[in-house]
């Protein structure tokens, strides 16, 4: 069993950058496709980015596509998502999730971390 654990968030500008992370637990960590999702008060969860075990594959939402980075550093059992120019539309929590394949669909992902708040003010 996979253990996420986001950090990272907090409240900035319109405009600035922010950099979260996943901590997971477990020795397999680089057989599992990781994903970023956010969900908004009032709104479905949405896709943001996900990345392959290996690194070599990312998928992208079109909303931060060029502004948004997923990267991960398998050695630390770790993911990132590097957010730049950040818009009052990006307010959500942020999730960490893991599943066997990499997909955009938050209903396919087994496991999942906590959440991280990301408030972007105009």
């Known amino acids: 069993q996979v253990q996420l654990v986001e950090s990272g968030g907090g409240l900035v500008q319109a405009g600035d950058s922010l950099r979260l992370s996943c901590a997971t637990s477990g020795r397999t960590f680089s057989a599992y496709a990781m994903g970023w999702f956010r969900q908004a008060p009032g709104k479905e969860r949405e896709f943001v980015a996900a990345?392959?075990?290996?690194?070599?594959?990312?998928y992208y939402a079109n909303s931060v596509k060029g502004r948004f980075t997923i990267s991960r550093d398998n050695a630390k059992n770790t993911v990132f998502l590097q957010m730049n120019s950040l818009k009052p539309g990006d307010t959500a929590v942020y999730y960490c999730?893991?599943?066997?394949?990499?997909?955009?669909?938050?209903?396919?992902?087994?496991?999942w971390g906590q959440g991280t708040q990301v408030t972007v003010s105009s």
């Open positions: 999730a893991a599943d066997f394949i990499l997909n955009t669909n938050p209903g396919s992902y087994i496991y």
């Open positions: 990345i392959s075990g290996s690194g070599s594959r990312t």
